[in-house]
């Protein structure tokens, strides 16, 4: 099975910088893709940012070019670099592996589907 954990979420003002980081525990062999979305008070959830197993990226509009997603395999972890942080960034923030097929410790294949963290609060003040 895999499991999430974020951290790193805070509180900070706008303009300031915060870096999230997913540990991903599990033996993953093949896996859509990881990620970062974000749920507002009152707000369905979003999609932050995504990177693929060939390394490829995809952000949201609104916060490309502002945050940068990326794969740490030496420390099995998903990091989410946000900067010049605006009050409408104001979330819980939810690391995320799509349908990742791991190994469990007899070496069996485990199919999952959407896998998701805790999640991080992160908040923004003006």
């Known amino acids: 099975q895999v499991q999430l954990a974020e951290s790193g979420g805070g509180s900070v003002q706008a303009g300031g910088s915060l870096r999230l980081s997913c540990a991903v525990s599990?033996?993953?062999?093949?896996?859509?893709?990881m990620g970062w979305y974000r749920q507002a008070p009152g707000k369905q959830r979003e999609l932050v940012a995504t990177i693929t197993n060939s390394g490829a990226t995809n952000y949201a509009g609104s916060v490309k070019g502002r945050f940068t997603i990326s794969r740490d395999n030496a420390k099995n972890t998903v990091d989410l670099q946000m900067n010049y942080l605006k009050p409408d960034d104001t979330a819980v923030y939810y690391c995320?592996?799509?349908?990742?097929?791991?190994?469990?410790?007899?070496?069996?294949?485990?199919?999952?589907?959407?896998?998701w963290g805790q999640g991080t609060t992160v908040t923004v003040s003006s």
């Open positions: 995320n592996v799509d349908k990742p097929v791991s190994l469990d410790y007899a070496s069996n294949y485990v199919a999952e589907g959407n896998v």
């Open positions: 599990g033996r993953i062999v093949r896996f859509d893709s």
